[in-house]
């Protein structure tokens, strides 16, 4: 059964320390992996990996994907009271999209 | 402004009393999709729509309808709602069905369902 798997599951950071955040996945004919950000609100996209070893970065955010052993991190360096929120990660197998439950990030001052 | 909306934004019904929750978009878009989001589960698609009168189920659609007759408006039904629906619901659409394109997938503002 396809499944992703995001972990860890929550995290307390304080600001300035840097987070790595997991996503493995188990998914029939791959497309695309995708990461949100999730405040009070909808999920606002992040990056959509599609190729190993190659890494998406936007200022402080980074992600890679690993196709071969089924992960992929979603990296925050500096971390800032703005970067709380749930981060999702998404596979895209087919025409459906599977989501993760989603890592809950707090950044304290 | 392109956008996704959804209506009604919160909904508190009874059980078995049948609802619909709608979702337009104005971007023209060929995508469409419903998710549930609940605790420590994350978002799961209900169903989606790649073009008009085309739906297909996704991981969890017993429970609900689709249709989609027009391509703007994409609803969702529960015929017979019972309480284990009782969930935030997102609406999401995106250009196009061929190739990777869910990253320009847009969200609609979600809708809180509560079923008694």
């Known amino acids: 059964e396809d499944k992703v798997v995001q972990s860890p599951l929550s995290l307390v950071v304080h600001e300035g320390d840097t987070v790595t955040l997991n996503c493995s996945y188990e998914?029939?004919?791959?497309?695309?992996l995708l990461w949100y950000k999730q405040e009070k609100k909808a999920p606002t996209f992040l990056f959509m990996l599609?190729?190993?070893?190659i890494e998406k970065k936007s200022g402080r955010l980074s992600s890679i994907l690993d196709k071969k052993e089924l992960f992929s991190i979603l990296n925050i360096t500096a971390t800032q009271t703005g970067d709380s929120a749930v981060y999702l990660c998404?596979?895209?197998?087919?025409?459906?999209?599977?989501f993760g439950a989603g890592t809950r990030l707090t950044v304290k001052p | 402004e392109a956008q996704v909306t959804q209506n009604p934004r919160y909904l508190i019904t009874v059980t078995g009393k049948k609802l619909t929750v709608t979702c337009s978009q104005n971007?023209?878009?060929?995508?469409m999709s419903w998710y549930r989001q609940d605790p420590g589960l994350g978002l799961r698609q209900i169903y989606y729509?790649?073009?008009?009168?085309?739906?297909d189920k996704g991981d969890v659609p017993e429970g609900y309808k689709v249709s989609r007759k027009e391509k703007r408006n994409f609803p969702l039904i529960l015929e017979s709602p019972s309480p284990n629906q009782t969930s935030l619901y997102f609406c999401?659409?995106?250009?196009?069905?061929?190739?990777?394109?869910?990253?320009?997938?847009?969200f609609g503002p979600g809708t809180r369902l509560t079923v008694l």
């Open positions: 729509s790649m073009n008009v009168e085309v739906t």
């Open positions: 998914v029939t004919n791959f497309r695309s």
């Open positions: 971007m023209n878009h060929e995508y």
């Open positions: 998404a596979v895209e197998g087919g025409n459906d999209m599977r």
């Open positions: 999401a659409s995106s250009p196009s069905v061929t190739g990777p394109l869910r990253d320009t997938q847009y």
């Open positions: 599609t190729s190993s070893g």
